[in-house]
């Protein structure tokens, strides 16, 4: 004999029954859903093309851009004394002195990278280079150029007009990234350029003009003390002491290393006067920007959605209108949600 059901029965099975009425309408929105992008396949894809085409486009006309790196190593070795006096020792002159036990070796690091980004040398290298002879430097921004044309047609009064100087130290200051390591102490001179030559030429010219300028002024503080203990020795020994003469020849040494500092005309002159405290930059002929895959992605993936969107418009206004769904499939009773008026126009017809 069968067994009577009960009314707590029904009322258990009703919650079953509603989740499994959801899950089945979910699951029809879905499938009609992907019928309805198959079935507009061919506007997605032209639209992709279309953005395909574009992203090529603009890679072509975008010039690619070389980065070189340069790395100053302060390895904070003393090297040998330049001047003694009896049982003083006056530390060597080199581009990095060894500091005190007292000194944050941290802190000279971040000092030097301040050093490196500030505007004092670039203006040195866009001297030394002679960069303001060069229309890719001094070429100024289109926003200061459009203001200075309406200015002018306003009769206003023009701001000053900047030097060729000044424009192309703000254009190397611009290419010109400059980093430094905490853990490792090194500080890296990162320059950009169109050309893969002029990316390392840049880089090594901020980091050794940072470098001759240290080493210049550590040399003009040893030249001071050495022409002081000259002085003392000349006083207390006579011109003919031996310690008085070698005082004149360190002396000469010191002068010999300025003169040669100040008057280096090429950077692989200036290279062998700093040693191992650079590691020059090289010439990268892969370009660092435009990243090829990141602007085809991220285009692919924006065309994408147009097409999704478009698809999904066109629908709505064929449901709006009334107009039967071509082809054959799950589009023949439409639940896709893409809204109308009334609601959502996912609604069987």
């Known amino acids: 004999m069968t067994p009577l059901l009960k009314l707590g029965d029904f009322k258990k099975a009703e919650p079953v029954r509603a989740q499994a009425h959801h899950r089945a309408h979910y699951e029809q929105i879905a499938s009609d859903t992907l019928w309805l992008l198959w079935r507009r396949k061919w506007l997605i894809a032209a639209v992709l093309c279309t953005a395909l085409l574009l992203a090529a486009s603009v890679l072509l006309?975008?010039?690619p851009h070389y980065t070189a790196e340069a790395l100053i190593v302060p390895?904070?070795?003393?090297?040998?004394?330049?001047?003694?006096a009896g049982n003083r020792v006056e530390p060597a002159a080199t581009a990095n002195s060894q500091p005190s036990p007292s000194t944050d070796t941290a802190s000279l690091v971040d000092s030097a990278a301040r050093i490196l980004r500030s505007r004092s040398v670039a203006s040195?290298?866009?001297?030394?280079?002679?960069?303001?002879?060069d229309p890719t430097f001094t070429r100024p921004l289109s926003l200061l150029h459009l203001l200075a044309t309406v200015q002018s047609t306003l009769g206003?009064?023009?701001s000053r007009r900047p030097s060729p100087?000044?424009?192309?130290v703000n254009a190397l200051m611009r290419r010109i990234t400059v980093t430094n390591e905490l853990r490792s102490y090194l500080v890296t001179v990162a320059a950009s350029s169109e050309e893969p030559e002029e990316a390392a030429k840049l880089a090594n010219a901020i980091a050794l003009e940072y470098l001759r300028t240290q080493m210049i002024q550590r040399l003009i503080g040893a030249?001071?003390?050495v022409e002081r203990e000259v002085a003392?020795?000349?006083?207390?020994?006579?011109?003919?002491?031996?310690?008085y003469v070698n005082g004149q020849t360190r002396l000469e040494e010191i002068n010999a290393r300025l003169n040669a500092l100040k008057t280096a005309a090429t950077q692989d002159t200036l290279q062998t006067l700093v040693g191992k405290a650079l590691i020059p930059a090289e010439t990268v002929v892969i370009p660092s920007s435009p990243n090829i895959l990141l602007?085809?992605?991220v285009s692919l993936g924006a065309a994408l959605v147009v097409g999704i969107w478009l698809a999904l418009l066109l629908e709505r206004r064929r449901v709006r209108a009334g107009e039967p769904a071509s082809g054959h499939g799950p589009s023949a009773v439409p639940n896709v949600v893409v809204g109308t008026a009334e609601g959502y126009a996912g609604t069987s017809m």
């Open 223 to 225: 030249k001071a003390v």
């Open 75 to 84: 390895d904070f070795k003393a090297e040998e004394p330049v001047a003694r």
């Open 295 to 297: 602007v085809i992605g």
């Open 165 to 168: 100087h000044d424009l192309a």
């Open 124 to 133: 040195a290298v866009v001297t030394h280079l002679e960069l303001d002879k």
């Open 156 to 158: 206003l009064s023009p």
């Open 61 to 63: 006309i975008i010039r």
């Open 232 to 243: 003392d020795l000349s006083s207390v020994y006579g011109a003919r002491h031996p310690s």
